[in-house]
């Protein structure tokens, strides 16, 4: 069974920190890997989908890697902001018969930026 | 754009009471998605749709029922509420290969 774990659960920092969440899954036969930031009272919005076949992606300050032998994966923050508080959720993409997928989620890392 | 809507966004229901949730996509995606969010852990799926007409059962399946009786909608049903049922609803939808759409949700408690 996949279970996908996120480090640290809850995070503080300083503006203008570049600072690393952690995700880790048990299988490795993943399709493909998905970071969400999700705020208060609000749902989901995807940051970056990586696909089994790359390493990286990178959208403006976020930076993703996935390492599926290790089954690990990695999203840095560069220069964070306090906008950037937020808790931030990955999910491992696995397909299901028929040619669609299934998200299994982590628990999130709860980030919280400071002025 | 409208993109994924959830209604209501607040509920609270006695044990034993019914009631629908309704999600509605104007993306025209293929695919729809009802999740549960509990405190310390991911979202789990619950139920989900291919298209219209079809669904299928995610990993926590039980005490809920679907139907997808229009492309754009989505609706979960929960007959007679629990506690345990107690929990943030979201529904997604997505297109292809796309990232799947969420909606903001709906709070429900089961008193």
């Known amino acids: 069974k996949q279970e996908v774990t996120q480090i640290p659960a809850a995070l503080s920092v300083p503006e203008g920190e570049n600072l690393v969440l952690n995700c880790s899954f048990t299988d490795s036969a993943i399709y493909n890997l998905q970071w969400f930031r999700q705020d208060p009272g609000k749902g989901l919005t995807s940051l970056l989908l990586?696909?089994?076949?790359?390493r990286e992606q990178t959208s403006g300050r976020l930076n993703a890697s996935l390492d599926k032998s290790s089954g690990r994966s990695t999203l840095y923050i560069a220069a964070s902001q306090p906008g950037d508080s937020a808790t931030y959720l990955c999910a491992v993409i696995r397909p299901l018969s028929g040619g669609y997928n299934k998200l299994i989620f982590g628990a999130g890392t709860r980030l919280a930026v400071h002025p | 754009n409208a993109g994924v809507t959830q209604t209501p966004k607040f509920r609270v229901l006695k044990t034993g009471q019914s009631m629908t949730l309704l999600c509605a996509q104007d993306m025209n995606h293929e695919y729809m998605y009802w999740y549960r969010q509990d405190p310390g852990m991911g979202l789990r799926l619950i139920h989900y749709s291919v298209g219209e007409g079809t669904t299928a059962k995610g990993e926590v399946p039980d005490g809920y029922n679907v139907s997808r009786l229009k492309k754009q909608n989505f609706l979960l049903g929960l007959e007679s509420a629990a506690p345990s049922q107690t929990s943030v609803y979201f529904c997604?939808?997505?297109?292809?290969?796309?990232?799947?759409?969420f909606g903001d949700g709906t709070r429900l408690s089961i008193l």
């Open positions: 990586i696909q089994s076949s790359q």
């Open positions: 997604a939808s997505k297109t292809g290969d796309q990232p799947q759409h």
